[in-house]
T-cell receptor, first 113, second 109 residues
Framework: DAGVIQSPRHEVTEMGQEVTLRCKPI?????LFWYRQTMMRGLELLIY????????DSGMPEDRFSAKMPNASFSTLKIQPSEPRDSAVYFC???????????FGPGTRLTVT | QKEVEQNSGPLSVPEGAIASLNCTYS??????FFWYRQYSGKSPELIMS????GDKEDGRFTAQLNKASQYVSLLIRDSQPSDSATYLC?????????FGTGTSLTVIP
């Protein structure tokens, strides 16, 4: 069974540009999570969805960040405009029943210059 | 105070020894507890979950939970060089999910 799929795996962009990260959760999982990991702050939960509905977005750093889940098999995290401090590894994870045992995708390494 | 705290290490143990990793959490209402392993440059991988007080064993791994003292630990028996990684403690509290900053473990052959 395929795991969580994320694309792109690496993204390099210039400050001010729009960045869109994509995630396909494990089939049948009804929870989807977006995380950001940096050396300074560790792994931070940004937002999570249950059955495509956002449940908690209190971790989204500011209005430049937005996330959508139009259907059970696809989610996007968008940053507009991007800033150098957004440079991090962004992980998507999914779980079967609740914010419990989560399975992570390979991550997207974002570099904003 | 952080929601989840771990000693960042690094922790070094010889091959074959027991590695002990500890984690404390701040919210007494926390319900679920997890250990993830993360190799350098890779994504976190779930290795253990524990929901009630006591010990839970899975192969060479044992998770221990003490809700009264608000700590959770992970023991790795017969440590192998392949266990060298960063171990992340995670806690579910209500609708939130918090990770510690991780403990770096090195197993020396």
């Amino acid at each position: 069974d395929a795991g969580v799929i994320q694309s792109p795996r690496h993204e390099v962009t210039e400050m001010g540009q729009e960045v869109t990260l994509r995630c396909k959760p494990i089939s049948g999982h009804d929870y989807l999570f977006w995380y950001r990991q940096t050396m300074m702050r560790g792994l931070e939960l940004l937002i999570y969805f249950n059955n495509n509905v956002p449940i908690d977005d209190s971790g989204m750093p500011e209005d430049r960040f937005s996330a959508k889940m139009p259907n059970a098999s696809f989610s996007t995290l968008k940053i507009q405009p991007s800033e150098p401090r957004d440079s991090a590894v962004y992980f998507c994870a999914s779980s079967l029943q609740g914010p419990y045992e989560q399975y992570f995708g390979p991550g997207t390494r974002l570099t904003v210059t | 105070q952080k929601e989840v705290e771990q000693n960042s290490g690094p922790l070094s143990v010889p091959e074959g020894a027991i590695a002990s990793l500890n984690c404390t959490y701040s919210d007494r209402g926390s319900q679920s507890f997890f250990w993830y392993r993360q190799y350098s440059g890779k994504s976190p991988e779930l290795i253990m979950s524990i929901y009630s007080n006591g010990d839970k064993e899975d192969g060479r791994f044992t998770a221990q939970l003490n809700k009264a003292s608000q700590y959770v630990s992970l023991l790795i028996r017969d440590s192998q060089p392949s266990d060298s990684a960063t171990y992340l403690c995670a806690v579910n509290t209500g609708n939130q999910f918090y990770f510690g900053t991780g403990t770096s473990l090195t197993v020396i052959p």
